[in-house]
């Protein structure tokens, strides 16, 4: 077998097969096996027939095409490793010449692995950011906590900030109500922020048993596209106002909280937990901004088939969140004011940004030698089972071959960027 590489970008690849007599030899006498097997004929039984005998009965055309389909089955995968290129799916095929018995031509066309060209990892210009838990943060956190044992008391008087509200409203834009903009006693902590400006702020006064109206306009920078900057009318109905009594912040707040005696200790364990949070934090955004540096660094060639992958994976993920909501996943875009056109432009550049991240991370882990050990993977798989034991769907997910396969490589990918923090953390 001779094969001979064309580049036709630098993610694909077209591969030239030529097979002579001695390499179609052994393929006709399997072909011939093959078919003798479904060969019925007079004085035997079927799949008994002799190679000799069955021979004269197999038509030219049928040995001929079974020859071409094992020749590209057995041949193809072995052509591209002989050429050093890996395909990211099964190559398409093109049989251009065949000679029965003396030789063979075909091409394999194909995505491919890419070759990345991996910028210098181990010096990025990324600087960690450094963890502060201030004082007001740590009170923001008591003043939770202080609401979250308050007293409710019904009062008649106006509503003040401060106060919860139970309200019925409805919003409108152009005089129809607009998605996810109403609600049937719905209850509302005045000065919260829960809802968009001048909305609190215009229940405020207002006494169980008033209607009115607020004009109010969105923000312009509102999350859902057809709303931003809109203006709209709600229509607001007050049902009953709670004046709330917030626990005092001592030590008796303190030990409802946990295990703790003195609101000295409590400030303590919240301080060390926000710290943990933010230095979560802190790590996930350092990691993704050395690889997104890393990206930058390097040339990453990005094969059209990981994007599209990537893509319908993003694409499954809007889907079963509209489903959720009993939406179509166009019904769903339409609500956040976006398009499919419009979704697809943005989800490519998101999609590209990730597969060029995971082809450096992939990289980087092959020139450390960075993997992952079979105990590793039972380890995860162990934890995982755990948190789906209430899930038999999942559970019966972790036994599916490719599904470990992926966990081993996620677990690469994380033990990966353990590894660019700390050599650029020095």
């Known amino acids: 077998m001779k094969t001979k590489s064309k580049k036709l970008s630098d993610s694909r690849v077209e591969i030239t097969v030529t097979l002579d007599s001695k390499d179609l ?3 006709k006498e399997k072909a011939l096996e093959k078919l003798a097997k479904e060969l019925q004929v007079g004085g035997f039984r079927k799949g008994k027939v002799p190679v000799d005998v069955a021979k004269k009965f197999i038509p030219e055309n049928d040995l001929n095409a079974e020859v071409v389909d094992s020749a590209v089955r057995t041949t193809v995968i072995g052509a591209f490793q002989e050429v050093e290129k890996s395909p990211l799916v099964m190559p398409s095929v093109n049989v251009t010449k065949y000679v029965p018995d003396e030789m063979m031509e075909y091409t394999a066309t194909a995505d491919i692995i890419p070759e990345v060209v991996l910028g210098d990892y181990k010096k990025l210009s990324v600087k960690k950011d450094a963890v502060k838990v201030t004082a007001k943060d740590v009170d923001n956190v008591l003043d939770n906590l202080s609401g979250s044992f308050a007293e409710k008391k019904v009062t008649k008087r106006p509503a003040k900030l401060g106060d919860e509200v139970i309200i019925d409203f409805v919003g409108k834009k152009g005089g129809e109500p607009f998605a996810g903009g109403s609600a049937k006693d719905f209850p509302l902590t005045l000065g919260s922020g829960a809802f968009i400006p001048g909305f609190e702020d215009g229940v405020v006064g207002h006494e169980p048993g008033d209607k009115f109206d607020l004009k ?3 923000p312009k920078d509102y999350g859902i596209k057809d709303l931003a900057g809109a203006k709209v009318v709600f229509e607001v109905l007050v049902k009953q106002i709670n004046e709330i009594t917030k626990a005092p912040i001592d030590d008796e707040l303190a030990k409802k909280c946990g295990p703790f005696e003195t609101l000295a200790d409590l400030k303590k364990d919240i301080k060390a937990n926000l710290t943990t949070q933010g230095e979560h934090q802190v790590s996930e955004k350092f990691k ?7 990206v930058a660094k390097s040339k990453v060639p990005v094969p059209e088939i990981l994007i599209d992958d990537q893509m319908r994976a993003m694409r499954g993920d809007i889907t079963r969140n509209a489903e959720s ?3 179509t996943f ?6 956040a004011g976006e398009t499919v056109e419009s979704w697809e432009k943005q989800a490519r550049e998101v999609a590209e940004k990730r597969v060029k991240g995971s082809l ?4 980087v882990a092959i020139a450390e030698k960075i993997t992952a050990s079979d105990d590793e993977v039972s380890a995860k798989i162990a934890e995982l089972r755990d948190v789906y034991k209430k899930s038999p769907e999942a559970l019966k997910s972790l036994k599916d071959p490719n599904v470990k396969a992926d966990i081993k490589n996620r677990l690469i990918i994380e033990k990966t960027l353990d590894y660019l923090a700390k050599v650029n953390s020095k």
């Open 25 to 27: 030899k052994p393929l």
């Open 216 to 218: 109010l306009t969105f």
């Open 288 to 294: 993704n901004e050395l690889v997104e540096a890393l």
């Open 325 to 327: 909501q009993k939406m």
């Open 330 to 335: 166009e019904e769903y875009l339409e609500r």
């Open 360 to 363: 450096v991370l992939q990289n």
